[in-house]
């Protein structure tokens, strides 16, 4: 059985790398002897990982990132030889930086996972650079849209044979809704409160909703470093009655059903897994039109609605076109699971079989 690891910075913390991570490896146990490796970040993992998969840390925290390298680099070479590790799924930027160098030292083959998008950050020099190493240094790269694909090719000028696309999946297995709720007068949005997932624009968007529609609620999930200034802002607009900041949930998958629809204010994204998820639970989705994630999922006023990015009164403009008809959202609900199939978990488990045999 051939030996491979999957790569994350850190294992200890809630993401959407970490939690795409955990699946990968969960399921990859089926098929390999996998090993998970976190850079930092001690031993109390945030995901629930299979009991095959063997789990190593090598640092307790958090380092400047040129230190990691340094500490890292000897010890992970030593840990593939040892181990024989024959192909190492990177995730994500930090990750590809710190453990790229690699490719000089061992015969493991290295695969560089982006969860971001190219573009996204190109004026980010910094980042851009990372990413332009990990790339030249891996054997292969793997992008989560046909987009950042073509853009990883143009930008750094790599072979179409090296660069992959393989989207996140989501499990229909999970607990899902079958039956659209169409009576619901509840929006949800569900992301990490960072500043690039917008939420203090979804509260700027739901001022122009608020007034015409007060029997209509917005839920927001999730916790971080933004939610003080998005509770203010909720506060300063008098929306404490419609507008619920709930928290982190750990049945979120569970609560769509509850919905009329799923609204997405990123400033940039990847794959959301939050649009997949909405999806699979038959909702209309609204969102902006940002340079990569969402066109790939949502097919415009057919399962949703897709608006200029950052561009707020169209925000609101399109969640009051659902709420004003119902005939909109129902038939969005039944076009919802159109093209579901290309983010199956079986599609997209065949795809990275696929690679990693063509890696060794």
């Given at each position: 059985?051939?030996?491979?690891?999957?790569?994350?910075?850190?294992?200890?913390?809630?993401?959407?790398?970490?939690?795409?991570?955990?699946?990968?490896?969960?399921?990859?146990?089926?098929?390999?002897?996998?090993?998970?490796?976190?850079?930092?970040?001690?031993?109390?993992?945030?995901?629930?990982?299979?009991?095959?998969?063997?789990?190593?840390?090598f640092?307790?925290?958090?380092?400047?990132?040129r230190?990691?390298?340094r500490?890292?680099?000897?010890?992970?070479?030593?840990y593939?030889?040892?181990?024989?590790?024959?192909?190492a799924?990177i995730?994500?930027?930090?990750?590809?930086?710190?453990?790229?160098?690699?490719?000089f030292?061992?015969?493991?083959?290295?695969v560089?996972?982006?969860?971001?998008?190219?573009?996204?950050?190109?004026?980010?020099?910094?980042i851009?650079?990372?990413?332009?190493i990990?790339?030249?240094?891996?054997?292969?790269v793997?992008?989560?849209?046909?987009?950042?694909?073509?853009?990883y090719?143009?930008?750094?000028?790599?072979?179409?044979?090296?660069?992959k696309?393989?989207?996140?999946?989501?499990d229909?297995?999970?607990p899902?809704?079958?039956?659209?709720?169409?009576?619901?007068?509840?929006?949800?949005?569900a992301?990490?409160?960072?500043?690039?997932?917008?939420?203090?624009?979804?509260?700027?968007a739901?001022?122009?909703?608020?007034?015409?529609?007060?029997?209509?609620?917005?839920?927001?999930?999730?916790?971080?470093?933004?939610?003080?200034?998005?509770k203010?802002?909720?506060?300063?607009?008098?929306?404490?009655?419609q507008?619920?900041?709930?928290?982190?949930?750990?049945?979120?998958?569970e609560?769509?059903?509850?919905?009329?629809?799923?609204?997405?204010?990123?400033h940039?994204?990847?794959?959301?897994?939050?649009?997949?998820?909405?999806k699979?639970?038959?909702?209309?989705?609204?969102?902006f039109?940002?340079?990569?994630g969402?066109?790939?999922?949502?097919?415009?006023?057919?399962?949703?609605l897709?608006?200029?990015?950052?561009?707020v009164?169209?925000?609101?403009?399109?969640?009051?076109q659902?709420?004003?008809?119902?005939?909109?959202?129902?038939?969005?609900?039944?076009?919802?699971?159109?093209n579901?199939?290309e983010?199956?978990?079986?599609?997209?488990?065949?795809?990275?079989?696929?690679?990693?045999?063509?890696?060794?």
């Amino acid at each position: 059985m051939k030996r491979i690891c999957l790569i994350d910075f850190n294992m200890c913390i809630r993401g959407g790398v970490e939690q795409v991570t955990a699946a990968l490896v969960n399921e990859l146990c089926k098929v390999y002897d996998v090993h998970l490796i976190s850079l930092c970040g001690g031993d109390k993992l945030s995901y629930r990982i299979d009991k095959r998969a063997t789990v190593h840390t090598f640092l307790p925290q958090e380092l400047r990132l040129r230190e990691m390298q340094r500490k890292i680099v000897p010890q992970l070479k030593k840990y593939f030889v040892q181990n024989n590790i024959s192909v190492a799924i990177i995730q994500g930027n930090y990750a590809g930086f710190i453990v790229s160098p690699l490719r000089f030292f061992t015969k493991t083959k290295l695969v560089f996972c982006d969860h971001g998008a190219l573009m996204n950050q190109w004026n980010q020099k910094d980042i851009v650079f990372i990413r332009w190493i990990s790339s030249l240094l891996c054997h292969k790269v793997v992008t989560l849209t046909e987009q950042s694909k073509k853009d990883y090719i143009k930008k750094f000028h790599l072979s179409k044979k090296k660069v992959k696309c393989i989207y996140n999946w989501i499990d229909l297995e999970a607990p899902h809704s079958t039956v659209y709720n169409s009576e619901s007068k509840r929006i949800i949005s569900a992301g990490r409160f960072g500043k690039e997932k917008g939420f203090d624009l979804l509260v700027k968007a739901f001022t122009f909703v608020a007034p015409k529609h007060p029997n209509w609620s917005l839920d927001i999930f999730g916790d971080g470093e933004m939610m003080p200034v998005v509770k203010e802002m909720v506060q300063e607009n008098g929306l404490e009655n419609q507008v619920n900041l709930m928290g982190m949930k750990s049945d979120l998958a569970e609560r769509y059903g509850d919905y009329a629809f799923y609204v997405l204010p990123s400033h940039r994204e990847g794959m959301p897994l939050v649009l997949l998820e909405a999806k699979a639970n038959k909702l209309p989705i609204v969102s902006f039109d940002i340079m990569t994630g969402p066109r790939e999922i949502i097919q415009d006023k057919v399962s949703g609605l897709l608006v200029p990015p950052e561009d707020v009164k169209k925000l609101g403009e399109a969640m009051c076109q659902l709420i004003e008809n119902i005939e909109l959202r129902v038939s969005m609900s039944e076009h919802s699971q159109d093209n579901l199939n290309e983010f199956s978990k079986d599609e997209i488990l065949k795809k990275w079989t696929t690679l990693i045999e063509e890696s060794v």
